[in-house]
C-alpha cells in the first residue's frame, strides 16, 4: 500500500451538541472533481489517501452520520466510482471515496464545508452527483461553488537532477511514504495514526507524553516516525511478535537489564566464522557475546532475543556461496616473413685445370693419385689415373688465368637455379643465376582457462622453469693464510636462478551487483632462445597487464602490438655492381620482410549456482 499525502489539521470544535454530516455532492470545476462534504457546523478531520485500490478516506471529528444510507454506488464520474459513509467510532463519521486511480489532491475547510479537489482524470465535464437527491445537480450550481484549487509547484530541472543524486547517493528505506503535517498533536494520537497507516501495533511507555508539531513530506514512515520520536527523546523497538514499543530510551536500557539472555548456536556454510564473528560484533548488545568455533564451523551468539534476531539475520545475508568466474584467455601470436633473393655469380677457367672455388670443378689430376700398374699382364706397365680431385689447385706448368666474381655470395636453397657456359678461345666463362622467394607463416595460439572465487586471486602456468647461472665476481673471501687486514682475495661464485617460461594467467575478479566482473588481468606467453656470444639465454616475451570491467559472456582486447621490420641487403662485385645498366650483373640483392602481430583476448562467464551444483 503506497501512501500519497497524508494530511493532520486539528481545529478546535466548538461544545454542545455533535455536528451532523448532511451531504456529500460530486461536481465538477473546470478540469478538476470537487468532492464537497456539507455538515451542520465546523468540524476537526484528519484524511489519507490509500491505494490498492485508490480510496480517498476523510474522518471527522466529533459528527454524526446523519445521510440518508451508507453506500453510495456506480457514481463513475469525474474519477469517482463509489462513496462509502459511516458512523465509524461514536464521535467519528468516516467518508471513503473510491477513485479510479490514485491521485494528488488538496482539502480546504471553508465554514460548515470541507472541499477535496483533484484533477479530473477524463478531463471532460460530467453532471454533478449528490447523496441527498437521485436527480444530478445542475451545471450552474456546480460552476458558482467556491472551490480552492491545488498549487503544483515542479522542480527546476538542476533541482531535479540534484535530489536524483542524493537519491542515489543515500539510498533510504523501502517502507511506504508518507505526507504529515501535526499542529500541537498529542503524541498518542500520532502513534495512533502511523498504526492507522502500517497496521502494526504500537505500545507506548507509561512516560510517554506531549504534543507533536511536524511537516513531513514523502518519506519512508518508519524513517518519519523515527525522527519525530528522537525530537522527543523517545525511540522505538520491535518485538519478534511485531508489537512497537515507544518509550523513552533509559527505560529502555533499564528494562533489557532485566531481560534473560538467551544463546543460540549458528551454523555456518561459506563464510569464514573468524570473519561473520567480527561482523556481528556491532550489532550486540553490551551484555552479549559472540564466540566463533572453527572446529564445528559454527557461531555461538548469546544475548536479547531481538539482538538474536538481528544475528540471526545477518548471518543468513553474509552466510552465502561465494560465485565463482571463469576467466578464458586467449594469446594469439602471428609470425609473418616474406624472403626475396636474387644472386649472379660468375667463373672464369682455362682448360689448363686452374681453378679457385667449387662451382663448377675443373679437371685436374692430382700426381698422388696416380698408380702404375701391369693391368693386362704382358710386362709392360701402365698408368691408371684415379678420379679427379675437388679441391682448389693451381697449375705453373705454362701460362694460365682463372677469375671469380660473387662465387661465394650463393642463394641458400634457392627454388631456381640458372648456369650458362661461353667459349672464349682456351677459356670457358660460366654464369650461374639463382633466385628465392619465400613466405614463411607461424600461428601460435595459447588459450588457459581458469576458475575462481568472486574476489579471489588465481594463477595458472603451462611452461618450464629454466635454470639460469648467475656469476658474480665480486664475491670472496679471505683465504686461509692471509695475514689480518690484509684485503681478502676475490673468487667468482655462480648461482643459478630458475626462469618461469610458457603460458601463464594471473586473474582476481569482482562480480558487480548488475553481473559484470572488474578482472584484473596478467597474461603472459614466453619463451626462451640461445643468445648470440656467450651470453646464454634471451627470452621473448608476449604479456598484457590489465584492468577491466566485461559484461559475463563478454569478449574484451586488452592488448594488440603489430612489429614490421623490413631488411634489405645488397652485395656484388666493387665498381662493376655500381656501373649503370650492367650493375646489375655483378649484383646480389636480398629483402627480407617480418612481421609479428600479438593479441590478447580475455572472456568472462559468471558460474551460476545451479551450474556449479551440477558440476
Known amino acids: 500500500m503506497m501512501l500519497h499525502t497524508l494530511l493532520f489539521a486539528w481545529v478546535a470544535a466548538g461544545g454542545g451538541d455533535p455536528v451532523s454530516v448532511t451531504e456529500v455532492r460530486v461536481v465538477p470545476v473546470a478540469e478538476y472533481t470537487e468532492v464537497v462534504v456539507r455538515m451542520s457546523g465546523e468540524v476537526s478531520y484528519s484524511d489519507f489517501l490509500l491505494t490498492e485500490p485508490p480510496r480517498l478516506i476523510v474522518d471527522l471529528k466529533d459528527a454524526r452520520h446523519a445521510l440518508p444510507r451508507d453506500n453510495f454506488e456506480n457514481i463513475n464520474r469525474g474519477g469517482v466510482v463509489r462513496v462509502r459513509t459511516s458512523q465509524f467510532r461514536d464521535d467519528v463519521v468516516r467518508i471513503v471515496v473510491e477513485l479510479t486511480n490514485p491521485t494528488s489532491y488538496t482539502l480546504t475547510r471553508q465554514g ?38 491545488p498549487r ?118 561459506y563464510a569464514p566464522v573468524d570473519q561473520l564473528a567480527s561482523a556481528l560484533e556491532p550489532v550486540r548488545s553490551d551484555r552479549g557475546k559472540v564466540i566463533s568455533n572453527a572446529a564445528t564451523n559454527s557461531i555461538i551468539v548469546t544475548d536479547l532475543p531481538e539482538n538474536l534476531d538481528l544475528a540471526r539475520n545477518l548471518i543468513r545475508d553474509l552466510d552465502v556461496r561465494t560465485p565463482q568466474v571463469v576467466i578464458s584467455a586467449k594469446i594469439i601470436f602471428v609470425d609473418r616473413s616474406d624472403i626475396e633473393e636474387l644472386g649472379i655469380g660468375w667463373d672464369l677457367k682455362d682448360t689448363a685445370g686452374n681453378q679457385l672455388n667449387e662451382i663448377n670443378p675443373g679437371p685436374t689430376l692430382d700426381p698422388r693419385e696416380w698408380e702404375i700398374v701391369d693391368s693386362d699382364f704382358d710386362g709392360v706397365p701402365e698408368t691408371i689415373v684415379k678420379p679427379l680431385t675437388s679441391s682448389n689447385q693451381v697449375s705453373f706448368s705454362g701460362s694460365s688465368i682463372a677469375a671469380l666474381a660473387n662465387a ?80 681478502a682475495a676475490q673468487f667468482p661464485q655462480s648461482t643459478v636462478q630458475f626462469e618461469e617460461t610458457g603460458i601463464k594467467l594471473e586473474v582476481t575478479p569482482h562480480i558487480t551487483f548488475d553481473r559484470k566482473v572488474v578482472i584484473d588481468l596478467h597474461a603472459e606467453r614466453s619463451g626462451i632462445a640461445l643468445a648470440p656470444g656467450d651470453l646464454g639465454f634471451t627470452f621473448q616475451t608476449q604479456e598484457g597487464t590489465t584492468r577491466l570491467v566485461l559484461a559475463d559472456g563478454e569478449t574484451g582486447v586488452i592488448g594488440g602490438l603489430t612489429i614490421t621490420e623490413v631488411t634489405k641487403t645488397e652485395g656484388g662485385v666493387p665498381i662493376l655492381m655500381d656501373l649503370p645498366l650492367i650493375g646489375g650483373l655483378f649484383r646480389n640483392i636480398r629483402s627480407d620482410d617480418a612481421k609479428r602481430d600479438l593479441l590478447i583476448l580475455v572472456t568472462p562467464h559468471i558460474v551460476d549456482e545451479a551450474v556449479a551444483a551440477r558440476q
Open 112 to 149: 460548515s464545508e470541507i472541499r477535496i479537489s483533484f484533477p479530473n482524470p477524463s478531463r471532460a465535464a460530467f453532471d454533478a452527483w449528490a447523496t441527498g437527491s437521485s436527480a444530478p445537480l445542475t451545471g450552474g450550481e456546480a460552476e458558482v461553488a467556491p472551490t480552492v484549487r
Open 408 to 487: 661465394q655470395d650463393r642463394v641458400t636453397f634457392p627454388a631456381l637455379q640458372l648456369l650458362t657456359s661461353v667459349a672464349i678461345g682456351d677459356f670457358r666463362l660460366f654464369n650461374f643465376i639463382d633466385a628465392l622467394e619465400r613466405m614463411d607463416l607461424s600461428d601460435i595460439v595459447a588459450a588457459p582457462t581458469i576458475q575462481t572465487m568472486d574476489n579471489q586471486p588465481a594463477n595458472i602456468l603451462v611452461g618450464e622453469r629454466t635454470p639460469i647461472r648467475v656469476i658474480d665476481y665480486g664475491a670472496g673471501g679471505a683465504g686461509g693464510g692471509a695475514a689480518p687486514g690484509a684485503q
Open 152 to 269: 503544483v509547484v515542479e522542480a527546476a530541472p538542476q533541482a531535479q537532477e540534484e535530489s536524483a543524486i542524493r537519491q542515489r547517493q543515500a539510498p533510504l528505506s523501502q517502507m511506504p511514504r508518507i505526507t504529515v503535517t501535526f499542529e500541537n498533536t498529542d503524541i498518542r494520537d500520532v502513534l495512533n495514526n502511523f498504526a492507522d497507516f502500517t497496521g502494526k501495533s504500537f505500545v507506548p511507555g507509561s512516560g510517554v507524553e506531549g504534543n507533536i508539531t511536524a511537516n513531513i513530506r514523502n518519506q519512508p514512515w518508519d524513517l518519519a516516525l523515527q525522527a519525530i520520536l528522537e525530537a522527543q527523546g523517545l525511540t522505538a523497538v520491535e518485538t519478534a511478535t511485531g508489537i512497537i514499543r515507544v518509550d523513552k530510551l533509559e527505560n529502555l536500557q533499564e528494562r533489557q537489564q532485566l531481560i534473560q539472555l538467551e544463546t543460540q548456536i549458528f551454523k555456518v556454510n
